[in-house]
């Protein structure tokens, strides 16, 4: 089984930066791509940032440039720092594998809010 266990959310000011953290769970997260998905209301998960297993990273277009996918391979930890936040960002995130996902853990909700 994999499962992730998110943090790091909260609410902040729009142009404010955030990190957010997931502990992974399994034998292989060494070999994962890793992904941070976020859930707006109303609107499907989308995937938003990707790490693969090689550290290369890919964003989705409406967040590139302002969060940073990051992976900690000792500690089994994935991060997402958030910056120059707005307003359309707020969303629950997830982290968990691309493609091939495990469990989903219970996200971390994220609001960006005056």
């Known amino acids: 089984q994999v499962q992730f266990v998110e943090s790091g959310g909260g609410l902040v000011q729009p142009g404010g930066s955030l990190r957010l953290s997931c502990a992974a769970s399994?034998?292989?997260?060494?070999?994962?791509?890793m992904g941070w998905y976020r859930q707006a209301p109303g609107k499907q998960r989308e995937l938003v940032a990707q790490?693969?297993?090689?550290?290369?990273?890919n964003y989705a277009d409406s967040v590139k440039g302002r969060f940073t996918i990051s992976r900690d391979y000792a500690k089994k930890l994935v991060y997402l720092q958030m910056n120059s936040l707005k307003p359309e960002d707020t969303a629950v995130y997830y982290c968990?594998?691309?493609?091939?996902?495990?469990?989903w853990g219970q996200g971390t909700q994220v609001t960006v809010s005056s």
């Open positions: 968990n594998r691309v493609s091939y996902e495990g469990s």
């Open positions: 399994g034998s292989m997260f060494s070999i994962y791509t």
């Open positions: 790490i693969f297993s090689n550290g290369i990273t």
